[in-house]
């Protein structure tokens, strides 16, 4: 039973990697959130390993990034119903903390959100999962918001430009033209009246 594996990342796929240990080369099922994590082609990585044998697969090799990934994976599999590929799904959406998290507020449609998990499923999950060990850290009640806030959209001094020499009686697709022109030559930092200017006279040759 492999419980890890060391080595280089030898080639990333959609669902899969293949992990270079001293000349052989490990097949690893992973979720996108792992695959995105790991380092460039060529580079050390470490992966917690979950080995699953099957007549029709054989030996199937499941990789993750972290021990609680791995051990969320193992507890959701452990529910009827919820196979590999709905496990990993879940934990795309949700890091073993938030899937705690959303256990613990009983909040199915953060469960839901998992590419193949429908809202029965994902119910059953929620109450499965009670008093599980996800995670090792404290569970969160709450869910996960951002701690800063959003700053308002700075208006596109190019839209005001083109609104402008539209309200001249320029066609809007010449006042596109001519601003897009000007907004490349004069740089991010031209205003309104620069881009105007700028405008007319292009359309003035």
């Known amino acids: 039973m492999i419980g890890r594996l060391r080595g280089a990342v030898a080639e990333v ?4 990697a293949l992990i270079d240990v001293m000349g052989v080369g490990y097949v690893v099922r992973c979720g996108q959130r ?5 380092p460039a082609l060529g580079e050390e990585t470490l992966l917690h390993i979950e080995s699953q044998w099957s007549e029709s697969a054989g030996l199937r090799l499941y990789g993750f990034g972290t021990r609680e990934d791995r051990r ?3 507890l959701l599999q452990a529910i009827q119903g919820v196979g590999p590929k709905a496990a990993m799904a879940v934990l795309d ?5 938030e899937l705690a998290s959303a256990v613990a507020r009983e909040d199915k449609a953060a469960v839901g959100r ?9 119910l059953r999950i929620v109450t499965e999962l009670k008093d599980k060990p996800i995670t090792d850290g404290p569970v969160l009640m709450t869910a996960p918001t951002s701690s800063a806030p959003t700053a308002p959209a700075k208006p596109a001094p190019t839209g005001d430009a083109v609104a402008a020499l539209m309200g001249l009686g320029v066609a809007e697709v010449n006042a596109r033209r001519v601003v897009e022109a000007a907004a490349i ?21």
């Open 13 to 16: 796929g959609e669902e899969e």
């Open 34 to 38: 792992t695959l995105q994590r790991l």
């Open 72 to 74: 969320a994976f193992v």
């Open 93 to 97: 959406v949700l890091s073993p903390a």
């Open 114 to 122: 998992a590419n193949g998990v429908g809202p029965k499923l994902a």
């Open 185 to 205: 030559q004069l740089g991010d930092e031209a205003t309104v009246q620069a881009l105007i200017k700028a405008g007319l006279q292009e359309l003035g040759r």
